[in-house]
DNA sequence: TTGTAGGCGTTATCAG
DNA sequence: CTGATAACGCCTACAA
């Protein structure tokens, strides 16, 4: 493997003439640069990727933690993130939680020791202040409304958007409605918790925690719901079903047990990913692409300011309500 | 950051000394053992994981290429990947091609600039003489059989396993079989594609290319198919479904134009995705966590002997027939 | 069992 | 504009 000094040496040039050339340094005779680019052909060098690292104190690794890869959520927000780290050159490190406080505390430590660049949390099960203890040691950005936090992250208003599907969904004549959660706890589900329940106390109507389906991440979760429901004295009328996989199942489910949708159960899915367009269920769009860019962006932004990015979404209108 | 010299001063011993607790080597005193991890406790100690990588010429880091990172399967061979590479202190980098020559180009050209230290190839474009090209460069491992090639692999069987799916079909009394795949090329595809045609042969069937539906990746690819079958004067009463998702959405779309299944259409799906089970449909399982896991395994062996591995898989009965 | 010293390949500083 | 040279932090012959 040839290395700069080589180069160096069929230039007849200095090595740091020769890194200068390899790094678009200005202050090089055109004669030189052309001799050194002649040296680096010939010998096809190629640069040892290791020895840069070092010598800049940079890994150009970024971190990225999930509970879960295969989840089509999370799925997508690394096709976003990991499109963006190409085009900068960096590469990712994937932290599959499973929402392990232990598996969380990983990430952040290597964020601690330098062996990545910056982390980008897309969800977590740890607290804020362990999170915040790490704010020190390197770029964190987060996948949630921080606003008035000392991070920088990539979100949505979930508590408006929230409100906004909740109004939606009355005016189309529902006064039972109910939704379904990935988890309960998590910064994003508290904020459409408040939301649900702001939206009952102002329209007087009665709060009914059987409304609130836990857990429903995946397509098969659907058919819990629509057990659920179909074993329910006075069951919800509408459903906001904060994951389009889950919907599918539920309208999936809801066929075989003769119940029609939208007239016996409405649904709002949310994400519009594919499987929602040819189940033709209605959904609030999130560019979950787009923000796996911009959180990218964010962690390896050179001023290290705080920034907050809000990603406006929008109702996509078709056959479930 | 304290670094190893720091530690050695601290402790009272020479760098190499440090070094050796540290990789825990053999001939150490208990006593300055103790020295040394008492200096590194009490400075909390990191090592520069760049420098280790630049010493030792290694970069820790496999490279993962994938025509596209939120596909189920692919999702399921990564996560299978992505745990073993924890267990062993590797890092993934993962790359994403959507079947692009080129950018299976620059996967390769990272493993010959040794900027990763193995190369795992779920599936591609390119050709095999390519592939071969980049083999003095490195580890390079297949999801495919490669038996009789230089490269390791692990993989599935997929021309027995199509026959065996078949036979079990016509068992069942269907004689108009078609199947639906990915993509046509690509080794697997033309494993089974032989398969068929074999099969077909073998029992005096004509061979129908309207039988075969190409491009069928995801849920919604399993309209088209519905569609296409609906129209069609003489339609297959069975079909191949090589993933559960597409095998999924057309059972939804099947049920939309009143097409009974299996009573009119039978389905034999793949991979065993949760989806299949909620949906009842059959299908045979392949252990994809688990190849991902081999793959990684073979790519950082030490011993670089070449290995075949075939997984097994079975089928699993359900509904669909 | 221990330590010295050289090397890994770049980048950055600073004097010319 | 150019070039010595000193980091960067760790590993490992080799010598003792």
Redesign the pocket.
Known sequence: ?T???D?AKMA?????????V??NH????E???KAVLDAIKQSN????I???H????KTFLVGVMVPSIDHPYFASLIKGISHEALTHNYNLVLFQTNYKEERELDALQMLKQKQIDALIICSRASSWPLIEEFLPYGPIVLCEDTRGKKVSSTFVDHYQTFIYALEYLIQNGHRKVGYSIGRKTGTNSKFREMAYKDFLKKNHLPFDPAYVFDNCLYFEDGERVVDTIASMDDPPSALLVTNDDVAAGIVTCARNRQISIPNDLALIGFNNQPIAKIMDITTIEIPLVEIGRKLFLQGIAENQEISYQEIPVRLIKRGTI
Chains 1, 2 share one sequence.
Request: hydrophobic content about 35%.
């Open positions: 493997m290395n700069i000094r180069l007849g040039v200095s090595v740091t003439t020769v890194s200068r390899l790094n200005p202050y090089v005779k004669e030189k640069r060098y190629q640069p040892n290791n020895a840069v070092l010598s800049m104190g």
